[in-house]
């Protein structure tokens, strides 16, 4: 079981790996609203990349979420709040979405055999998960614009050190290596620890911290997304 | 002074800054090269990203150096480690140079105000340098091919723990953040921490430990090693 992170789109290429499951993460907010979504009974999402397909959908009568740079598009439904999924009009609903950063991601990995969501909110799902498949592991980080950023590192972190402890996977990969670090200095108060980070203090102007503390909670949704086809369904 | 560290050569276009001093590093191990070559008497050095135009310096009748996949290449006179330097033969002289990560990685900042080398040999040195010209600074890590790499990492969040420290610059770059932390983790014993990482375990296969232990020891070199149009020379 090779285990490698990849801390942005940009350089997923270089990661490429026909036979690994890519577990996609945008913790502030996309793969976090994904994941609250699926929890509350959404049937399938359609992740697309740009906000013109986004609207193609709208036209057509789905419900649709768009952000960018944290804020909802004017005219669409939703943005990435997951406080916007937890909403019965939601139910059996498929919803198309497009964010900043996350399914950007999801759209760079778009060749991979098998593509997750992850988010702590699942963490402990995503951990049985693959382990249950036994299958190669890269973690692809979104990011914002292409740069690493913390939250996305600290949750890929979080599932290798379970992968590494409980179920004795190992990793040479140096960016795998630092994750996991990362996330032992972390752990304890994961809201304190991003208190400097660029995102979350990019999301606190926005008056997000409702958002953020949430999006730092484990395990609170154990459903693991997958895409299928162009569709995102529970696993 | 703004403060931000990137990763890999690929994405440097990303951080670019006009305004920035860039630091080039290289641990494992051109820029501890280039720093020993200057402390030993190197009068210029001209990295260059290909083995074809090294071979253009060595017909010229340069002594030329390169290195690919951490051997020398056949038919020149050194490959990047630092104790080819360390030689009364190379005092005076003007060496070019180009190396798997290390050179790609000078070439790809081309268009900086300005350009030094950094390594944990010149550590001191760095900082001073940095604090005396105040401006922005941004860390550009050679990585390998272009993924991101522990020591190069490490030897960023030296520099920027210091800056922050002594100096009291503030980040809020994320990758800043996170190789300063990771430094904090490592430096009391920087050869056992980097002991499972990715470009440790590559070199030591070449039976490199020698090299290795050098390239982490800090403040031999005390000397800036700086870009002058197509020349590096000693600030």
Known sequence: MNIEVCYTPQAYPLFHNPNAIVVVIDILRATSA????????????????TVEEAL?????????????????????DF????????????????????TTNGTQAID????????????????????????SEKKDVLFLCAGWKNKFNLEDTLFAGA?????VLIHECTTQCDSALAAMDLYKLAKHNLAEYLANSSHRNRLA???????????????????????????LVKA
Chains 1, 2 share one sequence.
Do not use: H, W
């Open 34 to 49: 994904i994941t609250t979504a699926f929890f509350n009974g959404v049937e399938k999402m359609i992740p697309v990349a």
């Open 205 to 231: 102007k926005l008056d997000l911290e409702r958002d953020i503390n949430y999006c730092l909670t484990l395990n609170l949704c154990p459903v693991v997304p997958i895409m299928e086809g162009k569709f």
């Open 108 to 131: 760079a990995a778009k060749n991979a055999q098998q593509i997750i969501i992850g988010s702590f909110l699942n963490l402990d799902a995503i951990v049985e998960y693959l382990n």
């Open 56 to 76: 193609e959908y709208k036209n057509k009568g789905y419900l649709v979420a768009a952000e960018r740079n944290g804020e909802v598009v004017d005219g669409f």
């Open 79 to 98: 943005g990435n709040s997951p406080f916007s999924y937890m909403n019965s009009k939601v139910k059996g609903k498929t919803i198309a979405i497009t």
């Open 159 to 163: 599932v290798v050190e379970k992968l």
